[in-house]
């Protein structure tokens, strides 16, 4: 008699153990999936564009550098009017530097050099990818909290350059 006691009280186990397994569906994995695939070798090379106007045969020239830097500073190659770098006075803390003010310096160069006679001969720009980051970011949905939504961004941060190369005849050539 106390084999079908025993039968009573485990089958009734056993079977609600086993509904009990049917609803919760499949295990949960712990690892987060990661949505983003690997960056491209491509995607982190350096990119170079170069306008050069046709030269002039036979004459010389003195030669004037302006680069802008990163929207950070202006470089000028020989020194212009006694300065070789131009940057803008007001620097904000998170902000960085003024980018109007940069703009308004290195156009305002450029204007001058123009003015003077100085003739832009090329114009090169650069950029240099430094690094990249990718962020996943999980979200649970509103009607399924057991399957998150994952959003993945990448983010790459580059190093740009332009350089204005401008050229002027020498006095005795005129």
């Known amino acids: 008699m106390k084999f079908p006691l025993r039968l009573c009280l485990f089958l009734p186990a056993i079977l609600g153990l086993r509904m009990a397994a049917a609803q919760q569906g499949p295990p949960a994995s712990k690892t987060q999936p990661s949505p983003l695939a690997p960056l491209p070798e491509m995607a982190l090379q350096p990119t170079m564009t170069t306008s050069v106007l046709p030269a002039a045969g036979g004459l010389r020239y003195r030669y004037q550098q ?22 803008p006075r007001k620097q904000s803390l998170f902000a960085g530097p003024d980018r109007a003010e940069l703009d308004a310096l290195l156009l305002s160069t ?15 720009s650069s950029a240099l990818p430094i690094r990249a980051t990718q962020k996943v970011e999980t979200e649970l949905a509103y009607n399924d909290p057991n399957r998150p939504v994952y959003t993945g961004t990448t983010s790459i941060e580059t190093r740009t350059q332009t350089r204005y190369l401008f050229r002027k005849p020498l006095p005795n050539q005129r």
């Open 66 to 87: 302006v680069r802008a830097y990163n929207d950070e500073c202006v470089y000028l190659a020989p020194a212009w009017h006694g300065q070789s770098k131009l940057q």
């Open 110 to 124: 450029l204007n001058e050099l123009a003015e003077d006679g100085w003739e832009l001969v090329e114009i090169q």
